[in-house]
């Protein structure tokens, strides 16, 4: 079974789009908590209110790195999408983590951020424009099958 993890932009459905066009593949799907709300919030619902809003997202950010940093290294693949609204640091950021643990890595994004993510580009062994892209690789991985 191919362990896939799917980091990166919360505000489409590519990851619905990637899980459905690889059903009936052997591959496990995971990916960071995408309820906006939950995951800016989980640090202060856990561990209590903070009056700062550093240190709010402080605490969310770092009880969310735990789930991000298992499944990148639990991951044979890492997928990163970066989407086009906004500037996603925490997505360079899991594909540069992915890239030093020597994972292999998938990055995907529209043609508008080629330059802005060049050396990003450069870590990874492949680079998708669409999200079908990416469940062809996957399939072509697992079976060497060609669409």
Known sequence: MLK?????????????????????????????????????????????????????????AQINAIRTRKGIEDADVVVVRFGEQYKQWNAAFDAGYAAALGKSLIILHGPDHAHALKEVDAAALAVASEPSQVVEILRYVLTSELP
Do not use: M
């Not at 066009?21 to 619902?45: E, K, R």
């Not at 903070?50 to 997202?57: G, L, N, Y």
């Open 4 to 60: 896939v993890y799917l980091s990166g932009e919360i505000h489409t459905d590519w990851r619905e789009q990637i899980t459905t066009g690889a059903q009936g593949l052997d591959v496990a799907f995971s990916a960071p908590v995408t309820n906006h709300a939950a995951s800016d919030d989980c640090g202060v619902a856990i561990l209590g209110a903070e009056a700062d809003k550093f240190w709010h997202d402080r605490k969310g």
